[in-house]
């Protein structure tokens, strides 16, 4: 796992909630790790020490505040952030989280950008940068025009490509290449932002542009399998 990667804790009983963190928070560099009890959260923080714990409220063995208090009343726990999470805007629960020694806290529905955002902040990462994953994957020019190269690594505003021939920054290409997981065909324009001589090669820095609705998500399942591979 890239040392940059940050372990976030996450404690519900809720799948989709466990999956709507994995999915929001892995492309933009957290490791994802799971616990749906007090127990389990328990046993996770003597396992490992996360950078920090999502924590929601209402356990099904006992309340996440108690686990909070317990987590700040602890030298060895003390230091860990941990957002609190609320089925309900009521001001009682959010007092109930903030009493309990949270460092934040979200009301449900969580909205994606509420998420990263609040978790950027206490983590101190830039959750607006794309995430890029190490890749190999076959690139072609536009409609018969033969292999352009091959990509180092893949994000999801765009590519970085050994060539084989010289094409100056600014230069816009037409592409494609094949989803390598379901041979989804892929077809944009991209922009050359960077070009570094490698030996008889070229490395390019392409920035996407063009890319549909399908194609778009196709990338983005793309670098989130392989983000969760790396991590796991």
Not at 54 to 64: A, F, K, S, V, Y
Request: glycine share 6%; with cysteine; charged share 30%.
């Amino acid at each position: 796992m890239p040392k940059a990667w940050k372990t976030v804790l996450a404690v519900d009983d809720s799948r989709l909630f466990l999956d709507f963190v994995r999915e929001m928070l892995t492309p933009w560099g957290c490791r994802v790790r799971e616990a749906i009890s007090y127990k389990d959260a328990m046993a996770a923080l003597r396992e490992e020490t996360p950078d920090l714990v999502l924590l929601d409220l209402t356990l099904p063995d006992r309340n996440g505040d108690d686990l909070c208090k317990v987590m700040k009343s602890t030298p060895s726990l003390a230091s860990i952030p941990v957002i609190m999470v609320s089925a309900s805007e009521r001001i009682e629960e959010i007092q109930h989280c903030i009493a309990a020694g949270c460092d934040d806290y979200l009301t449900k529905p969580i909205n994606a950008d509420v998420l990263r955002t609040k978790v950027g902040r206490v983590l101190g990462v830039a959750t607006r940068r794309s995430l890029r994953v190490p890749i190999q994957i076959k690139i072609m020019k536009g409609e018969g025009g033969g292999l352009f190269g091959y990509t180092r690594d893949l994000s999801e505003t765009g590519i970085a490509l050994i060539a084989d021939e010289p094409v100056p920054v600014s230069r816009r290409v037409e592409i494609h290449f094949r989803d390598p997981d379901t041979a989804h065909r892929i077809s944009c324009r991209a922009v050359v932002r960077r070009a570094v001589p490698m030996g008889p090669s070229q490395l390019l820095g392409l920035a996407f542009e063009g890319l549909s609705d399908r194609d778009r998500e196709a990338i983005r399942r793309i670098v989130n399998a392989r983000a969760r591979e790396q991590g796991s």
